[in-house]
Every structure is written in structure tokens, then in C-alpha cells.
Nanobody, 116 residues
């Protein structure tokens, strides 16, 4: 059974930084492209950044240069370093598979709120 546990969210002022973590279990983690998704109130969930098994990354234009995804296959963990945060980054952030159908069992996510 796939289990995804996100952590690291919080309240931060505009321009601040946060580092999110996602621990995965029940999968051959190193073989999957993984991504960070977010869902803002009243909006659909969107894929923000992804990292392939080989380390190649993609990112939405709106977060390029500010967000960095990384992974530690030994720890079955994917990270999201978020810098220069903006109010429009406020959302619940989730990790899941990217580059293919997401795993059906989403984690609870972690809330990121950017506000002064």
C-alpha cells in the first residue's frame, strides 16, 4: 500500500522560504518520477514541479527560479525548497507520482500560507 506523508508547511511572510518533505513507502521509490502538487482554495490541484528517477526536473513557469525539487532515494523522500514565496503560492501542497497516473492514495498534504 502506497503511503505519502508530507510535512514542513507553515505560515511565512512574502519573500520568505520553506522546505517541504515527503516520505514515501510501499513503492519502489527510486523508479518513479515524483512531483509536488498544490491546491489553492476554489482551484483545481496542479502539478508544480517534478523530478525524474534520473534527476531531471520540470517546473511551472510561475515558480521557476524560486522552487527547487530534489530527492533522496536512500530515504525514499522528495523535497521542495521554496524561496521568495508569494501570496499566490498559498495552497495545500501534496507529493505524488508525476509523469504518469498519480497513486490513488494521496497524503493529507501540508498547508503553506504566505501572508504578512
Amino acid at each position: 500500500q502506497v503511503k505519502l506523508v508530507e510535512s514542513g508547511g507553515g505560515l511565512v511572510q512574502p519573500g520568505g522560504s520553506l522546505r517541504l518533505s515527503c516520505a514515501a513507502s510501499g513503492i519502489s521509490f527510486s523508479t518513479y518520477t515524483m512531483g509536488w502538487y498544490r491546491q489553492a482554495p476554489g482551484k483545481q490541484r496542479e502539478l508544480v514541479v517534478s523530478i525524474s528517477s534520473g534527476g531531471g526536473t520540470t517546473a511551472l513557469n510561475s515558480v521557476k527560479g524560486r522552487f527547487t525539487i530534489s530527492r533522496d532515494n536512500a530515504k525514499n523522500t522528495v523535497y521542495l525548497q521554496m524561496n521568495s514565496l508569494k501570496p499566490e503560492d498559498t495552497a495545500v501542497y501534496y507529493c505524488n507520482r508525476a509523469g504518469g497516473a498519480p497513486f490513488p492514495d494521496w497524503g493529507r498534504g501540508t498547508q503553506v500560507t504566505v501572508s504578512s
